[in-house]
Antibody, heavy 114, light 111 residues
Protein backbone atom coordinates (compact mmCIF):
# COMPACT_ATOMS: atom_id res chain seq x y z
CA UNK A 1 0.00 0.00 0.00
CA UNK A 2 1.33 3.40 -0.98
CA UNK A 3 1.85 5.70 2.00
CA UNK A 4 3.08 9.28 2.16
CA UNK A 5 3.47 10.80 5.61
CA UNK A 6 4.36 14.47 5.98
CA UNK A 7 5.91 15.95 9.11
CA UNK A 8 7.68 19.09 10.26
CA UNK A 9 4.85 21.58 10.19
CA UNK A 10 4.16 24.01 13.01
CA UNK A 11 4.02 27.64 14.07
CA UNK A 12 6.85 29.88 12.90
CA UNK A 13 7.38 33.63 12.98
CA UNK A 14 7.52 35.69 9.77
CA UNK A 15 11.02 35.52 8.33
CA UNK A 16 11.67 32.19 9.96
CA UNK A 17 12.47 28.78 8.51
CA UNK A 18 10.97 25.32 8.57
CA UNK A 19 11.85 21.99 6.97
CA UNK A 20 9.09 19.64 5.93
CA UNK A 21 9.63 15.93 5.38
CA UNK A 22 7.62 13.33 3.52
CA UNK A 23 8.27 9.67 4.27
CA UNK A 24 7.30 7.34 1.44
CA UNK A 25 6.55 3.63 1.54
CA UNK A 26 4.78 0.97 -0.50
CA UNK A 27 6.36 1.87 -3.81
CA UNK A 28 9.77 2.31 -5.41
CA UNK A 29 10.34 5.89 -4.30
CA UNK A 30 13.56 6.31 -6.29
CA UNK A 31 11.65 5.78 -9.55
CA UNK A 32 9.03 8.43 -8.90
CA UNK A 33 8.97 12.16 -9.53
CA UNK A 34 7.46 14.01 -6.58
CA UNK A 35 5.62 17.24 -5.84
CA UNK A 36 4.69 19.54 -2.97
CA UNK A 37 1.24 21.13 -3.07
CA UNK A 38 -0.21 23.52 -0.51
CA UNK A 39 -3.66 24.70 0.48
CA UNK A 40 -4.20 27.89 2.45
CA UNK A 41 -7.10 27.80 4.94
CA UNK A 42 -10.38 27.88 3.04
CA UNK A 43 -8.59 28.24 -0.29
CA UNK A 44 -7.77 26.07 -3.28
CA UNK A 45 -4.82 23.87 -4.11
CA UNK A 46 -1.56 25.52 -5.18
CA UNK A 47 1.29 23.56 -6.73
CA UNK A 48 4.55 24.49 -4.98
CA UNK A 49 7.45 22.44 -6.31
CA UNK A 50 8.49 19.41 -8.37
CA UNK A 51 11.56 17.19 -8.30
CA UNK A 52 12.55 14.47 -10.74
CA UNK A 53 13.27 10.93 -9.60
CA UNK A 54 17.03 11.52 -9.52
CA UNK A 55 16.74 15.04 -8.13
CA UNK A 56 18.43 16.56 -11.15
CA UNK A 57 15.41 18.53 -12.38
CA UNK A 58 13.52 20.91 -10.12
CA UNK A 59 10.75 23.44 -10.63
CA UNK A 60 9.16 25.98 -8.29
CA UNK A 61 6.05 28.12 -8.30
CA UNK A 62 6.87 31.80 -8.73
CA UNK A 63 5.43 32.49 -5.28
CA UNK A 64 8.15 30.45 -3.54
CA UNK A 65 11.08 30.68 -5.95
CA UNK A 66 14.26 31.78 -4.16
CA UNK A 67 12.83 30.99 -0.71
CA UNK A 68 11.95 27.28 -0.83
CA UNK A 69 14.21 24.36 -1.73
CA UNK A 70 12.97 20.90 -2.62
CA UNK A 71 15.23 17.88 -2.21
CA UNK A 72 15.06 14.13 -1.78
CA UNK A 73 17.04 11.25 -0.31
CA UNK A 74 16.24 8.11 -2.27
CA UNK A 75 18.20 5.96 0.17
CA UNK A 76 15.85 7.10 2.93
CA UNK A 77 12.70 7.14 0.78
CA UNK A 78 12.19 10.74 1.80
CA UNK A 79 11.21 14.05 0.22
CA UNK A 80 11.96 17.42 1.79
CA UNK A 81 10.94 21.05 1.51
CA UNK A 82 13.20 23.63 3.12
CA UNK A 83 11.23 26.83 3.59
CA UNK A 84 13.07 30.06 4.38
CA UNK A 85 12.00 33.71 4.70
CA UNK A 86 8.48 32.56 5.52
CA UNK A 87 5.59 34.96 5.10
CA UNK A 88 2.05 35.02 6.44
CA UNK A 89 0.79 34.02 3.00
CA UNK A 90 2.76 30.77 3.23
CA UNK A 91 0.33 29.59 5.91
CA UNK A 92 -1.21 26.41 4.55
CA UNK A 93 -1.50 22.67 4.74
CA UNK A 94 1.41 21.25 2.76
CA UNK A 95 0.92 17.95 0.94
CA UNK A 96 3.48 15.76 -0.77
CA UNK A 97 2.17 13.93 -3.82
CA UNK A 98 3.50 11.48 -6.37
CA UNK A 99 4.43 12.50 -9.88
CA UNK A 100 0.96 12.59 -11.40
CA UNK A 101 -0.77 13.43 -8.11
CA UNK A 102 -2.16 9.91 -7.90
CA UNK A 103 -1.14 9.52 -4.27
CA UNK A 104 -1.20 12.21 -1.57
CA UNK A 105 -0.12 12.41 2.04
CA UNK A 106 -2.43 13.62 4.80
CA UNK A 107 -0.74 17.01 4.90
CA UNK A 108 1.10 19.02 7.53
CA UNK A 109 -0.01 22.47 8.68
CA UNK A 110 2.41 25.38 8.53
CA UNK A 111 1.33 28.56 10.31
CA UNK A 112 3.37 31.73 9.87
CA UNK A 113 2.41 34.25 12.50
CA UNK A 114 3.93 36.45 15.16
CA UNK B 1 1.41 31.32 -13.82
CA UNK B 2 -2.33 31.94 -13.43
CA UNK B 3 -4.58 29.27 -12.03
CA UNK B 4 -6.91 27.43 -14.38
CA UNK B 5 -10.45 28.83 -14.34
CA UNK B 6 -13.25 26.80 -12.77
CA UNK B 7 -16.75 27.87 -11.73
CA UNK B 8 -16.91 28.57 -8.01
CA UNK B 9 -19.91 26.35 -7.49
CA UNK B 10 -22.26 23.94 -9.20
CA UNK B 11 -25.23 22.04 -7.87
CA UNK B 12 -27.52 19.22 -8.86
CA UNK B 13 -30.13 16.87 -7.49
CA UNK B 14 -29.54 13.19 -6.78
CA UNK B 15 -29.59 11.18 -9.99
CA UNK B 16 -28.86 14.16 -12.20
CA UNK B 17 -25.68 14.86 -14.13
CA UNK B 18 -23.44 17.87 -13.73
CA UNK B 19 -20.41 19.15 -15.60
CA UNK B 20 -17.54 21.21 -14.22
CA UNK B 21 -15.37 23.15 -16.64
CA UNK B 22 -11.68 23.95 -16.39
CA UNK B 23 -10.36 26.61 -18.77
CA UNK B 24 -6.73 27.27 -19.45
CA UNK B 25 -4.61 28.23 -22.43
CA UNK B 26 -2.73 26.59 -25.26
CA UNK B 27 0.29 26.44 -22.92
CA UNK B 28 -1.46 24.09 -20.54
CA UNK B 29 -4.91 22.52 -21.00
CA UNK B 30 -5.02 23.04 -24.75
CA UNK B 31 -1.48 21.95 -25.42
CA UNK B 32 -1.22 18.68 -23.53
CA UNK B 33 -3.37 15.71 -22.61
CA UNK B 34 -2.22 15.89 -18.99
CA UNK B 35 -5.37 17.18 -17.34
CA UNK B 36 -6.42 15.59 -14.07
CA UNK B 37 -9.37 16.00 -11.72
CA UNK B 38 -9.45 15.64 -7.93
CA UNK B 39 -12.18 15.30 -5.34
CA UNK B 40 -11.63 16.73 -1.88
CA UNK B 41 -13.93 16.30 1.08
CA UNK B 42 -13.57 18.71 4.02
CA UNK B 43 -10.47 18.04 6.09
CA UNK B 44 -9.25 15.32 3.73
CA UNK B 45 -6.47 15.07 1.19
CA UNK B 46 -7.42 15.36 -2.49
CA UNK B 47 -8.24 12.13 -4.33
CA UNK B 48 -7.41 11.58 -7.99
CA UNK B 49 -10.59 10.94 -9.99
CA UNK B 50 -9.50 11.43 -13.62
CA UNK B 51 -6.04 11.56 -15.20
CA UNK B 52 -4.77 12.25 -18.71
CA UNK B 53 -8.06 13.99 -19.59
CA UNK B 54 -10.35 10.98 -19.52
CA UNK B 55 -8.82 8.03 -17.69
CA UNK B 56 -10.15 6.74 -14.40
CA UNK B 57 -7.86 5.24 -11.77
CA UNK B 58 -8.76 1.82 -10.49
CA UNK B 59 -11.56 2.02 -7.96
CA UNK B 60 -13.09 5.29 -9.19
CA UNK B 61 -16.75 4.99 -10.16
CA UNK B 62 -17.58 5.06 -13.87
CA UNK B 63 -20.07 7.81 -13.03
CA UNK B 64 -17.07 10.12 -13.31
CA UNK B 65 -15.84 11.00 -16.79
CA UNK B 66 -13.53 13.58 -18.32
CA UNK B 67 -13.14 15.25 -21.70
CA UNK B 68 -11.38 18.15 -23.36
CA UNK B 69 -12.11 20.56 -26.20
CA UNK B 70 -9.56 23.17 -27.10
CA UNK B 71 -8.40 25.00 -23.98
CA UNK B 72 -11.27 23.72 -21.81
CA UNK B 73 -11.46 20.42 -19.98
CA UNK B 74 -14.61 19.09 -18.36
CA UNK B 75 -15.52 16.69 -15.58
CA UNK B 76 -18.95 15.11 -15.76
CA UNK B 77 -20.55 13.31 -12.85
CA UNK B 78 -23.62 11.30 -13.75
CA UNK B 79 -26.19 9.81 -11.38
CA UNK B 80 -25.30 12.30 -8.64
CA UNK B 81 -25.12 10.86 -5.15
CA UNK B 82 -24.99 12.58 -1.80
CA UNK B 83 -21.39 11.47 -1.26
CA UNK B 84 -20.32 13.31 -4.41
CA UNK B 85 -20.75 16.58 -2.53
CA UNK B 86 -17.20 17.90 -2.28
CA UNK B 87 -14.72 20.34 -3.78
CA UNK B 88 -13.35 19.45 -7.20
CA UNK B 89 -10.07 20.67 -8.68
CA UNK B 90 -8.50 20.31 -12.08
CA UNK B 91 -4.79 20.41 -12.86
CA UNK B 92 -2.72 20.51 -16.00
CA UNK B 93 0.85 20.21 -17.10
CA UNK B 94 2.14 23.57 -18.31
CA UNK B 95 4.97 24.58 -20.59
CA UNK B 96 5.55 27.70 -18.53
CA UNK B 97 8.54 28.07 -16.21
CA UNK B 98 6.65 26.07 -13.65
CA UNK B 99 5.44 22.55 -14.37
CA UNK B 100 1.94 22.07 -13.02
CA UNK B 101 -1.01 24.39 -12.50
CA UNK B 102 -4.25 23.85 -10.58
CA UNK B 103 -7.71 25.26 -11.02
CA UNK B 104 -9.29 27.42 -8.35
CA UNK B 105 -11.72 24.68 -7.34
CA UNK B 106 -15.47 24.11 -7.65
CA UNK B 107 -17.80 23.36 -4.77
CA UNK B 108 -20.38 20.75 -5.74
CA UNK B 109 -23.60 20.79 -3.77
CA UNK B 110 -26.00 17.88 -4.04
CA UNK B 111 -29.42 19.33 -3.37
Amino acid sequence: EVQLVESGGGLVQPGGSLRLSCAASGFTFSSYEMNWVRQAPGKGLEWVSYISSSGSTIYYADSVKGRFTISRDNAKNSLYLQMNSLRAEDTAVYYCATEHFDYWGQGTLVTVSS
Amino acid sequence: QSALTQPASVSGSPGQSITISCTGTSSDVGGYNYVSWYQQHPGKAPKLMIYDVSNRPSGVSNRFSGSKSGNTASLTISGLQAEDEADYYCSSYTSSSTRWVFGGGTKLTVL
